[in-house]
T-cell receptor, first 109, second 114 residues
């Protein structure tokens, strides 16, 4: 079983809709969690860190559920510019960051 | 600041050739790492370094060597290229010691081994 798993999608969502992704992790000792965004043929860029209390940044909300070992990303009022691949990542132990395979999102006009 | 830079952007190698992928950062980050990204496999950690003179293996280290003689540079060497090493390679860096800090990625090197 992979340490971090995501539904690869694709998710095709109409503009203005709300979309949510989940990402599960297998190591209960993992300590830090992140969502990265990757545009086609570009490098990943940090979208947001995920805190135990949950956090919100504009239209984006990230949640952590330690009991069920998953993190989630909610995008409200989706824009065409949100089309990208979203990677979740988790830190286990020292320094190493493990990524999921990514979820591809396409916002349809 | 240039951030994280990688060269070359594209490279084609023949099986058995060796080469070095260059990575540099100007943010005085202590932590640097190399990933490869393949379709359906996500980003997989090859090697990482928590500071000059210190390196360690990641998930897929075979066929690759690294060294970290300065804080700024973290080159990745392919010893004898194989078609299985065809991939996109990303270098990343972050502040000292903890991957909980944001990792900044370079633009990537697209490598094809024929």
């Amino acid at each position: 079983r992979k340490e971090v798993e995501q539904d690869p999608g694709p998710f095709n969502v109409p503009e203005g809709a709300t979309v949510a992704f989940n990402c599960t992790y297998s190591n209960s000792a993992s300590q830090s969690f992140f969502w990265y965004r990757q545009d086609c043929r570009k490098e990943p860029k940090l979208l947001m860190s995920v805190y135990s209390s949950g956090n919100e940044d504009g239209r984006f909300t990230a949640q952590l559920n330690r009991a069920s070992q998953y993190i989630s990303l909610l995008i409200r009022d989706s824009k065409l510019s949100d089309s990208a691949t979203y990677l979740c990542a988790a830190r286990f132990g020292n320094e190493k960051l493990t990524f999921g395979t990514g979820t591809r999102l396409t916002i349809i006009p | 600041n240039a951030g994280v830079t990688q060269t070359p952007k594209f490279q084609v190698l023949k099986t058995g050739q060796s080469m070095t992928l260059q990575c540099a950062q100007d943010m005085n980050h202590e932590y640097m790492s190399w990933y490869r990204q393949d379709p359906g496999m996500g980003l997989r950690l090859i090697h990482y370094s928590v500071g000059a003179g210190i390196t360690d293996q990641g998930e897929v280290p075979n066929g690759y060597n690294v060294s970290r003689s300065t804080t700024e540079d973290f080159p990745l060497r392919l010893l004898s290229a194989a078609p299985s090493q065809t991939s996109v390679y990303f270098c990343a860096s972050s502040r000292s010691g903890r991957a909980s800090y944001e990792q900044y990625f370079g633009p990537g090197t697209r490598l094809t081994v024929t």
